[in-house]
């Protein structure tokens, strides 16, 4: 994917003429974000077909918690909770990514009838992962990580934090590559808030246009995460709780969008529909200048 040529395309997911919008529902009782509250498979199929009403293009699932801190669900558990609610939005024609490290999890969420993979760690924490990605032919989003301890540690340190996002994000396409995934289905993420502090998301966020020369669709996903809070806060102030974050989210994803990324990921659908929408709107109009 050439600078110009846009924001890419991803081989096997349908088109958008703007960035798309991923919905996120996540099948967990301790999500520091939605507080567990789609915790069951009817209530989870029903919270994804309505982000989709609302302008959803992909639902992303997940049945584990990646915030700092949290304790890792076993396999099974993990399975039970993710693999009825694919084949349920599957089966209703949503386009659904699947939020998993685990290899196992991927391959059943894949035979359930999801469309995508999207793994946190890259690859990296199941070496069984890739290769089933390869055998599936799915599209992969391989993600920025550093590895389970996040935020207060030696893993979030970075002289220059675009450079090294850039160069391990880099290095993490190239082993994913090697492992078989077509380039055409790659999607790569800077995995804001993992490993991060507040300071690396924003700039992170300011040179979306270095992290499109991996020459990849770029994903991003800031919703509600805390550098948002550290914003909304100043200096001084208590930041407001994830809920309260959804309009800086939107404001986000306009900024994304603008800036060219494929797809982002939130957990309140409506005002980064329209966010989109007006990025794509305001794109037309100097598109449009600019051919006259
Ligand atoms: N962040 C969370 C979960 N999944 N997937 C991708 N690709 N990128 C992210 O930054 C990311 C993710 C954080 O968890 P949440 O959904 O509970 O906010």
Request: charged residues 25%; aromatic residues 4%.
């Amino acid at each position: 994917m050439s600078k110009q040529s846009g924001r890419g395309r991803v081989a096997g997911l349908p088109e958008w003429d703007r960035c798309a919008v991923m919905g996120v529902v996540n099948v967990t009782p301790d999500s520091f974000s939605d507080g567990g509250r789609w915790f069951d498979t009817t209530a989870a199929v029903k919270h994804g077909l309505e982000l989709v009403t609302e302008g959803a293009d992909l639902v992303d699932v997940g049945g584990e918690s990646t915030r700092p801190g949290a304790t890792r669900v076993d396999e099974d558990e993990e399975l039970r909770r993710v693999v009825p609610v694919v084949r349920g939005l599957a089966s209703e024609g949503v386009l659904v990514s699947v939020d998993t490290m685990r290899a196992s999890v991927a391959e059943q969420a894949l035979a359930a009838g999801a469309a995508l993979v999207n793994d946190v760690s890259g690859g990296l924490a199941d070496p069984a992962m890739i290769p089933v990605v390869a055998r599936a032919g799915a599209p992969f989003v391989v993600m920025h990580w550093r590895g389970f301890l996040q935020g207060g540690s030696a893993k979030g340190v970075y002289g220059d934090v675009v450079t090294e996002v850039l160069d391990e994000l880099h290095a993490r396409v190239r082993a994913v590559l090697d492992g078989g995934v077509s380039p055409d289905r790659i999607v790569v993420d800077p995995g804001l808030g993992f490993s991060k502090e507040a300071e690396h998301d924003l700039v992170l966020l300011a040179h979306l246009d270095r992290l499109r020369d991996l020459g990849h669709p770029l994903l991003v996903a800031a919703s509600r995460k805390r550098f948002l809070g550290r914003v909304l806060a100043g200096p001084e102030g208590a930041p407001p709780p994830a809920r309260e974050r959804d309009a800086a989210t939107a404001a986000v994803s306009a900024l994304a969008a603008h800036a060219g990324a494929w797809a982002v990921r939130v957990h309140e659908v409506r005002a980064t529909a329209d966010a989109v929408r007006v990025t794509r709107a305001v794109e037309g109009a100097r598109l449009g200048e600019e051919a006259r």
